[in-house]
């Protein structure tokens, strides 16, 4: 089982946006299997506060995370449903924030 940080940061164009460290690709989908967890590094200098859903259902919400500070608690990627797609969203003070997805499913063969 791994343990993921998703760094949420300003990039060069002043964009707030998710950046996986350790992954592939895109930066702002996270890839897991299930029993991995994840936690969140806010690097901005504003309060974030990631959610997560599948659908319209919110799964899991951290608690809010100051500036410079980790999430708690961590999410612990479920075993089912496998394959599984959340969107991950952190919200901004008067509205507006950050999007992204985490893909769940067991690890390749």
């Given at each position: 089982m791994?343990?993921?940080s998703v760094r949420i940061v300003v990039d060069a164009n002043g964009n707030t946006v998710?950046?996986?460290q350790l992954q592939p690709g895109n930066s702002s989908?996270?890839?897991m299997a299930?029993?991995?967890t994840l936690s969140w590094n806010n690097t901005t200098k504003q309060t974030m506060q990631?959610?997560?859903t599948?659908?319209?259902?919110?799964?899991?919400?951290?608690?809010?995370?100051a500036p410079d500070q980790s999430s708690k608690p961590a999410w612990v990627?479920?075993?089912t449903p496998v394959p599984a797609t959340y969107a991950v969203n952190a919200g901004l003070p008067g509205g507006g924030g950050v999007s992204g997805s985490i893909v769940v499913n067991t690890a390749p063969k």
């Open positions: 791994a343990d993921w998710f950046q996986t989908t996270t890839y299930p029993g991995d990631p959610a997560l599948i659908g319209t259902t919110q799964v899991f919400q951290t608690d809010p995370i990627a479920p075993g």
